[in-house]
């Protein structure tokens, strides 16, 4: 998981900063597609914006998210309130 974390943070960097540079093999870079089908599985939220509760569970769920209010864990979110 920890792995899965750090790919992930290393691939945004790579998409969104200029100043970034990753070391890494052939076989953590294979496969990781190009940057605007990685950027059709984005949502950007901003602090102090307000968003429509529908429409945020929306990009969650074609995300591939699945709604678990009960004990959610990776790939999945929960509503409170």
Known sequence: E???KLRL???TSLLT???VIVVASVSC???IGSPIEYGKYLVTLKKG???RREALFRDLI???YERNDLSP???MY???G
């Open 62 to 64: 074609r995300l591939r």
């Open 78 to 80: 929960a509503v409170k």
């Open 49 to 51: 914006h307000e968003y």
């Open 29 to 31: 870079i294979y496969n």
């Open 73 to 75: 864990k990776r790939g």
């Open 2 to 4: 920890l792995i899965d």
């Open 17 to 19: 900063r200029q100043d």
């Open 9 to 11: 943070s290393a691939t």
